[in-house]
């Protein structure tokens, strides 16, 4: 199946999910390019933000936002680029 590279934005609003949100991730591991965590400065609320890049076929990618967006407290945008050339940002393994 043919490959994307996109990105996931995902909005904590309930910090009691981040375990289950960290074990969900941890799942998909093999399609995680990278994580970065931001808290939000807003003191009231202790949200965070967390953004995803990926690269893996389309139905690996689409459970592991699929169990993100079902999680309560959490919001979720994806972005997937089409893959005119696989060649273009095949990656290293490491």
Do not use: C, F, W
Request: no cysteine; proline share 2%; charged share 30%.
């Amino acid at each position: 199946m043919e490959k994307r590279i996109g990105t996931v934005i995902i909005l904590i609003e309930d910090k009691h999910v981040v375990s289950r949100l960290n074990e969900i991730v941890s799942e998909h591991s093999d399609i995680v390019v990278g994580r970065q965590g931001i808290p939000l400065l807003e003191q009231e609320t202790q949200r965070s933000v967390i953004s995803l890049v990926l690269y893996g076929d389309l139905d690996r990618i689409g459970a592991l936002t699929g169990k993100l967006g079902r999680l309560k407290g959490v919001n979720v945008k994806s972005a997937l680029l089409k893959n005119s050339k696989p060649s273009d940002y095949e990656l290293e393994d490491s």
